[in-house]
């Protein structure tokens, strides 16, 4: 348990910041899901469109230190190509 006034506060600080982090990162997610359900469906330009919409939304997540750069420049080269290579 937290003694210090310091720790405390760290602690109420933290439980805020995961709130506003979990939702970013569920935001992030559904974006993704997107695009992934636009290349199942098989639909080229819809699959296109939402994957233009989720890169500045996976790269806001680095600025914002919910991911990792190398991670989400991963997760857009993944996306990407499957995109490119969709018929």
């Known amino acids: ?8 506060k760290r602690i109420r600080r ?12 569920s935001r992030i997610r559904t974006f993704v899901r997107k695009v992934e359900d636009a290349i ?12 233009r919409d989720a ?12 991911l990792h750069k190398n991670t989400a420049s991963r997760k857009v080269s993944r996306l990407s190509r499957r995109v490119s290579a969709m018929a």
């Open 1 to 8: 348990m937290a003694n210090t006034l310091q720790s405390k």
């Open 14 to 25: 933290n439980d805020r910041r995961a709130v506003i982090n979990r939702s970013r990162v």
């Open 40 to 51: 199942e469906a098989g639909d080229k330009a819809a699959a296109e469109a939402a994957l």
């Open 55 to 66: 890169q500045p939304e996976i790269m806001r997540g680095v600025t914002k230190g919910v």
